[in-house]
Each structure stands twice: as C-alpha cells, then as structure tokens.
C-alpha cells in the first residue's frame, strides 16, 4: 500500500517503516561564489558546480556551532555538488563524522540554463520578468532542463530511502533549495508550483517524522546566522530531545492576582 500524508502519495520503500518520533533536518548550503565556473558530471548531465565564497564560509562555521549543540544526527547525508559538501565540512571535522554522499540530493538540472547568468536568461526569456512577478513557474522554460515531476520523484524517493535506512534518530541531508522545495511541496500538496519559498543559505526546514506521517515544523530557521549569541560557544544548554507531546498533562492553574 503507498503511504501518503494529507492525501499525498509518497513512495513505498523496502523498509520497515520506524513509529518512533524523530526529525528530518534538510539544511541548504552556504553562499556559492556567483561567478565562478567550476562544474561537476552528473547521472543527469554537466551542471554549474560552483565553492562557497568567503561569506558562505562563514556561514557554514556559524551553522556549525549550532549543529554541535544539536541531538547528533543517527544519519548524516550530503549532496554531491562542493557547496554542499563544502557546507557540512566544519561539521564533519567537529564531530568527527563523515556525510554520506546521495547522488539524487543535487540540485534540479537546469539543462542548457547550467552556466548561465540570471541577466542572460532575462534576455533569451523575455516572459521571464513577469512571471518572477506573478511568483509563477518559470524553471520549465530551460532548454533540456529537468522536467519538475521528475525532480520531485528522485528527491522524495532518496529521502524516503534515507529515512527508512536510519530508523534510529533523527536525520540531517545538506543540500539545496530545490531540494527542499521539492520534498516539503510534496508534503504540502502544493502543486504546479516549483519554489513555494525561498530557504536562505544555511537555514534548517524541519520535518517531523512519526511512521509515514510527515508534518512539516519548521522552514527557513536560519537564527544562528541572525541570532548568533544563541549558539555561542559559551552558552551551555543540554541537548533538547523532544518529547512525544509538548502539551502539559494538566492546564496549568489560572493567575488569579490582579
């Protein structure tokens, strides 16, 4: 029988599927460097494979401070494009931990798109302004680029397999904000629609797990790159597990001075 959430369908897998509470953590990476021309071979095609720059590396220190304080991941998972992995680097090396790389968490292939610059695209696609103004769809316009329901399928079925794979606490995949549209749209059941939002670089979009249920808790945190004292080095919290409920058993008494 598919599973489904809401009414969604989503893969089968090979699994058991786990009814234990956890979290998924799907974290985008840091900035890229916009002009840089480094590439990549993909099972899809050559794509646009670009390094942090120097303020992506920050963010991914910053991202790091906040991870170390986190419940460790029973999974950890990466994209293979260099600003993913380069993103979870600092983390790896902290924690002494090494990312599994998943070929189906790189970003939509964008075809003839792949090096191309936003301005370039304007030109060859003058529908393009007003349909960015609509907030419509404009990634189907891409020469030879990767049809959406196909995007989506590979990156719901990677999660789903990863999931079912690490049954025994949560889980952690860096990657893009494709991705993350991709597998929370599916979620939502929103439709025809390729980026509902816009993840900032680092930010943490947060699903929870219960069986084949998914609900989606948290999107686009990115609080450690706006609230960085929170995660200072010098704050110590213990690790927050969270609990089957957070509602307490009993109302609490009522404030009864005026």
Not at 14 to 35: F, K, N, P, Q, T
Not at 54 to 64: C, D, F, H, S, V
Not at 164 to 182: Q, R
Request: aromatic share 6%.
């Amino acid at each position: 029988m598919a599973r489904t959430h809401g009414g969604v369908p989503l893969p089968g897998s090979r699994h058991a599927v786990s009814d234990r509470e956890r979290r998924l953590y799907l974290i985008r990476h840091g900035r890229a460097h916009s002009r840089a021309s480094d590439e990549a071979m993909t099972s899809r095609g050559v794509v646009a494979d670009p390094p942090l720059d120097e303020t992506g590396r920050q963010q991914a220190e910053i991202l790091t401070r906040r991870l170390l304080k986190m419940v460790p991941p029973a999974g950890l998972y990466v994209s293979p494009l260099r600003r993913a992995r380069e993103t979870v680097a600092p983390f790896e090396a902290a924690a002494g931990r090494t990312a599994t790389v998943v070929d189906d968490l790189t970003e939509w292939y964008g075809g003839a798109w792949e090096f191309k610059e936003f301005e370039q695209l304007l030109v060859e696609h003058p529908e393009m302004p007003g349909r960015v103004l609509r907030q419509d769809p404009v990634l189907f316009l891409a020469p030879g680029g990767e049809r959406q329901d196909a995007f989506q399928s590979r990156v719901v079925g990677a999660i789903e397999e990863i999931l079912a794979s690490d049954t025994d606490g949560d889980v952690w995949a860096v990657c893009h904000g494709g991705v993350i549209n991709a597998y929370v749209g599916r979620i939502l059941g929103i439709r025809e629609q390729e980026m509902f939002f816009l993840p900032p670089n680092t930010s943490i979009n947060t699903i929870r797990v219960r069986g084949a249920d998914r609900d989606v808790w948290f999107l686009a945190d990115d609080t450690h790159l706006t609230q960085p004292d929170l995660f200072a080095d010098d704050v110590h919290r213990p690790a927050y597990t969270p609990a089957q409920s957070d509602t307490p058993d009993t109302p609490p008494e009522p404030d009864t001075k005026e």
